[in-house]
């Protein structure tokens, strides 16, 4: 590994190792989210997110530097995105979204989210460019159904609110030559023409306000606002804070990917209980032993098991429980199936609730009649 787009790039990501994250950390120059920030912003919050606590966000730009403005009463804004492809999404998929959720609550601030309709697009993941839009929309009430507040929240797809957005594409694309374009996301003579603009399309929302924008997101997409970061102050707007996520892991096992157009790999929003115990019974890779003999005398191993890690990044909030888990796990008292069952029950928990909300979500409110999405119909980039 000599260079960090064997790692990232913008067409794939290959996370092999927990020491892979260490070393984004450096390729990036970005810093890790350490313990006096975590206390900082509990201080601040009253409480932490399951996904800080446990470290799932474990880097970020700037956000140390945030919470000092923050307390010497400079505001902040949210600012989050999902490209859509052919398919639908899956748990993994709401984890950005869940953190900036919970910093809504918390801090009562803005939230925009975007939906890139044309990425996937360009970048040939997704093939008829009239059902991207269709997912589009499916997608954005999904991502609603999280319950974020329809008064502070705009949705937005892109093709959609381009009308807005476009002049302050003009600003910002002529500032990013093909050169830092080529060497930042890896493109390569094969890559569309759209992707290098797209650039620009992904720095714009972070000019929306002239508060500090702050953006829980995959460290994949850190480059982009590496970007931002050179020509925001130019603008007169304020450099970008990331807070950047892991990846989690698919059924398969530690360090696989959930592709959404692998149903064995992924547990889907929609996905009714059933399913949901069908694909963890039967795929979740698991560190128990064999027989379940052995498993009684050797105990299993929590830290190669795909239902222990999903507690652990998001499903089991108590830190207490998931220690006894855990300790139960390796002393061989809590068996596979036992641990399958609670972590089924648990995933379901979670994703009755939001399929209950999604069934009555006001889309509309979020993209275009809500307190936030009415104003952002008259909103102008003035650099
Ligand atoms: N590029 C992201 C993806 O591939 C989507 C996205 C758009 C995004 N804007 C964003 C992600 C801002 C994080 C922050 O899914």
């Known amino acids: 590994m000599n260079e960090y787009k064997d790692i990232i790039n913008i067409y794939d990501v290959n996370i092999n190792e927990e020491k892979d994250y260490e070393r984004l950390i450096k390729f990036f120059g970005v810093k890790e989210i350490d313990d006096v920030i975590l206390n900082n912003l509990k201080y601040l919050a009253g409480d932490l ?22 307390n010497e009463g400079k505001r902040f804004f949210l600012y989050t995105g999902r490209a859509p492809s052919k398919s639908k999404m899956h748990i993994g998929h709401l984890i950005p979204f869940l953190l900036t959720k919970w910093f809504q609550e918390k801090f009562n601030v803005n939230v925009y989210i975007q939906i890139p309709d044309e990425e996937k697009y360009w970048e040939k993941k997704a093939d008829n460019y009239e059902e991207i839009r269709e997912y589009a929309l499916e997608d954005a009430k999904t991502i609603a159904s999280l319950g974020f507040d329809p008064d502070k929240t705009f949705i937005f797809i892109d093709s959609e609110y381009i ?45 929306f306000e002239r508060n500090i924008p702050l953006i829980p997101c995959g460290i994949d997409q850190d480059p982009y606002f590496r970007l931002q970061r050179d020509i925001a102050e130019k603008f007169g707007y304020y450099k970008a804070s990331t807070i950047l996520s892991k990846f989690v892991w698919g059924l398969q096992g530690p360090y696989t990917k959930m592709s959404a157009s692998d149903p064995k790999s992924a547990i889907f929003v929609d996905d009714d ?46 830190d207490y429980k998931l220690k006894e888990i855990r300790d139960k796990y390796i002393m061989g008292e809590l068996t596979t ?32 009649d809500g307190r936030l999405a009415r104003e952002m119909q008259e909103w102008e980039f003035k650099p």
């Open 163 to 207: 009308k807005n957005m476009y002049k302050a594409a003009i600003y910002v694309a002529r500032e990013i030559n093909l050169n830092t374009a080529k060497s930042v996301f890896g493109f390569d003579d094969n890559s569309t023409i759209g992707l290098p603009f797209y650039i620009a399309l992904q720095i714009v929302p972070t000019f």
């Open 49 to 70: 997110h399951v996904l800080l606590r446990r470290k799932f966000f474990y880097a970020h730009r700037d956000f140390d530097l945030l919470l000092n403005k923050y």
């Open 337 to 368: 199936g036992e641990l399958k069952e609670y972590t089924t029950n648990k995933i379901w928990e979670f994703l009755s609730s939001v399929q209950e909300r999604r069934k009555n979500i006001n889309i509309d409110k979020f993209m275009y």
């Open 273 to 318: 209980y059933d399913t949901i115990k069908y694909k963890v019974f039967k795929y979740a890779f698991s560190g128990g032993r064999s027989t379940l003999e052995e498993h009684r005398k050797y105990g299993g191993n929590p830290d190669i098991d795909v239902s222990y890690f999903w507690l652990s990044v998001l499903f089991e909030e108590d």
